[in-house]
């Protein structure tokens, strides 16, 4: 089993900055990472995506440019650095952990998930 837990949510002003943090827990191995979105009323979609050597990253068209994805195996911990954020980028952010080699977007654990708001 994965346990997530995210952090770093809060509220900012639009063209402000934000680092969610995601710290992973758990003997299973972990092949890819990343964070989804879900805004009010809306599916959740995807954001950011990195592979386990962190070689490799994969962005949604919305954020490009915008936001960064890291991570640090060395303390288990997934980042997201969101810059020039907007009143869209509002929504509540999840922590996606693939253990299974789903592929590129897909997760089979998530987290609880943290509050997101950019206000305009």
């Known amino acids: 089993q994965v346990q997530l837990v995210e952090s770093g949510g809060g509220l900012v002003q639009a063209g402000g900055s934000l680092r969610l943090s995601c710290a992973a827990s758990?003997?299973?191995?972990?092949?890819?990472v990343g964070w989804s979105r879900q805004a009010p009323g809306r599916e959740r979609e995807f954001a950011a995506h990195?592979?386990?050597?962190?070689?490799?990253?994969y962005y949604a068209d919305s954020v490009k440019g915008r936001f960064t994805i890291s991570r640090d195996n060395a303390k288990n911990t997934l980042y997201l650095q969101m810059n020039s954020l907007k009143p869209e980028d509002t929504a509540v952010y999840y922590c996606?952990?693939?253990?299974?080699?789903?592929?590129?977007?897909?997760?089979?654990?998530w987290g609880q998930g943290t509050q997101v708001t950019v206000s305009s």
């Open positions: 990195i592979n386990w050597s962190g070689s490799s990253t």
């Open positions: 996606g952990a693939d253990t299974r080699g789903l592929g590129r977007g897909t997760y089979n654990h």
């Open positions: 758990g003997r299973t191995i972990i092949s890819a």
